[in-house]
């Protein structure tokens, strides 16, 4: 039933499949922690990406679902979420953090897109927008 529960999580949910090649690789990101990163990492390995928002409920009722997909072992891909905070109506870097924190999703793995580089080159126009 969970891998049941997975697959619809993966496929039925809304996709983005990209008309073009857009390197999002190069974009810097920051960890919850400040720590800034880039997708360059993941470079050549299958990669779940699922943008959100706080205010989005849809995405919110999902969280369980990628805290556990978060969590497994041997699943064959990475999976990371991306939030845009002060754009889209999401929440300031600050009190986005500060919100999260407070929640029980602690195999999820959030990377901050504060200029909002990543939702402007994938042209995402609502939640949640799902990558792989």
């Not at 949910?13 to 974009?27: G, R, Y």
């Not at 929640?103 to 939702?119: H, M, Q, W």
Request: aromatic letters at 10%; one cysteine or more; charged letters at 25%.
């Amino acid at each position: 039933m969970r891998k049941i529960l997975i697959a619809l999580l993966l496929f039925l949910s809304p996709l983005s499949f990209a008309q073009e090649k857009v390197s999002l690789a190069d974009i810097p990101l920051k960890t919850l922690d400040n720590q800034t990163v880039t997708l360059s990492q993941y470079q050549g390995k299958p990669l779940y990406i699922k943008m959100w928002a706080s205010w989005c409920p849809i995405c919110l009722a999902g969280l369980a679902e990628i805290d556990d997909l978060s969590a497994e072992k041997n699943r064959g891909f990475e999976v990371i979420t991306i939030v845009s905070p002060g754009h889209k109506g999401e929440k300031s870097p600050a009190d986005f953090i500060e919100w999260y924190k407070g929640l029980e999703y602690k195999n999820i793995k959030v990377l901050l897109d504060e200029n909002g580089d990543i939702i402007d080159r994938v042209h995402v126009r609502g939640y949640p927008f799902n990558l792989f």
